[in-house]
């Protein structure tokens, strides 16, 4: 069974930097496509970044890209996102997720009920 485990969310004032990261087990990193979620109170889950198997290929959500980024670290196996100069906006809780998947339309598509595996989600707080 794929488990997929999120940890380093928190508190963070507007403008500061958090990174949290998705441990994987019984997943092979190289094998589909993995990113993250999020879902703001009173609001859809939407598609926040993505990245794809082997060829690393990488999605952004417009209101992300360029402060968030996505990486992993296979030999961990481990994915993280690197988010820079917070929004208020930004306050949600991220999933991270994957699934039977090459590339990051899902995540593109705000498609989240095409994902099989998904962790618990973790809170992140962007408030001053």
């Known amino acids: 069974q794929v488990q997929l485990v999120e940890s380093g969310g928190g508190l963070v004032q507007p403008g500061g930097s958090l990174r949290i990261s998705c441990t994987t087990a019984w997943f092979n990193l190289n094998t589909y496509a993995i990113g993250w979620f999020r879902q703001a109170p009173g609001k859809e889950r939407e598609g926040v970044a993505c990245?794809?198997?082997?060829?690393?290929?990488?999605y952004y959500k417009d209101s992300v890209a360029g402060r968030f980024t996505i990486s992993r670290d296979d030999a961990e196996p481990t994915i993280y996102l690197q988010m820079n100069d917070l929004k208020l906006e930004d306050t949600a809780v991220y999933y991270c997720t994957t699934g039977i998947v090459l590339g990051c339309t899902h995540w593109r598509d705000d498609y989240y009920y095409g994902l099989e595996y998904w962790g618990k989600g973790i809170e992140v707080t962007v408030s001053s």
């Open positions: 990245i794809s198997r082997s060829d690393r290929n990488t």
